[in-house]
């Protein structure tokens, strides 16, 4: 879609994000059940932002994790990854440091192709998976399971937002084949199908709807954070 320069100046952030969903919604997964691959993907609910400090991007990436389901009840996890450019307000060097996984190259390689070139050890069905233990920060996780209880302590993880809707374009749908996959890790058990793609917008009606970690570690050590809020009342879309 393509706007002229008098529209964009006349058009809000929410009437340009209308418009897109309204044009794309024939090639946009909604109740899950549409015939794969999917080119858009949207929904409503919890979406937990964390740093991708490795590949191109280094300390400006950041990757979305959303789950869903279809309507027959099959688990769909979303892993979208985008720029901390294009973030309302998280920066650089808000995460924790954490390990770096190896399949960050070929992560990067899809990402970079839309989805077009896969030249790495695993085939699509398993860089899907990585992309997924990318987006969970599984190998913390599963080294500490307490991160799931205090997640502002969890390496590289940086907010989340609640009920929160988004719209992403696919570069890789993928439906795991339950008898080569039997994932039982923290965060992973229950998973069927993974979409990995970029995320176009995250936005929430509600001012209280992100939060972010950083303000959390700032807190007095053994006590619950207390959020404070994060966007301002007039802000209904967030660009990433």
């Known amino acids: 879609m393509e706007l002229a320069g008098s529209e964009v100046r006349e058009r809000s952030r929410r009437q340009v994000a209308d418009r897109l969903a309204a044009a794309t919604r024939r090639q946009t997964a909604v109740t899950y059940q ?94 899907a998976v990585e ?24 390496p590289l993880a940086l907010g989340r937002a609640v009920d929160a809707e988004w719209f992403a374009v696919i570069y890789s749908d993928i439906t795991l084949d339950p008898a080569r996959w039997h994932l039982d890790r923290t965060g992973l058990a229950g998973t069927r199908r993974i979409i990995v793609g970029a995320p176009v917008w995250v936005r929430s009606a509600s001012p209280d709807a992100l939060v972010r970690y950083a303000e959390g570690r700032r807190s007095a050590p053994g006590r619950r954070p207390r959020w404070r809020r994060f966007l301002s009342s007039g802000q209904d879309l967030e660009g990433l």
């Open 131 to 154: 992309a997924l233990k990318i987006a969970l920060n599984d190998r913390e996780r599963a080294e500490n399971p307490d991160h799931d209880d205090a997640p502002w302590t969890r």
């Open 34 to 127: 549409e015939p794969q691959p999917v080119l858009f993907a949207t929904g409503v609910g919890a979406v937990a932002f964390s740093a991708f400090t490795d590949g191109p991007a280094r300390d400006k990436g950041v990757v979305l994790h959303t789950r869903t389901r279809s309507t027959d009840g099959r688990r769909v996890d979303l892993c979208l990854f985008g720029s901390l450019d294009n973030t309302l307000d998280f920066r650089p060097g808000e995460a924790l440091e954490g390990s770096s996984s190896s399949a960050w190259y070929a992560v990067a390689e899809l990402l970079e192709s839309r989805g077009r070139r896969n030249t790495s050890q695993w085939d699509d069905h398993g860089l």
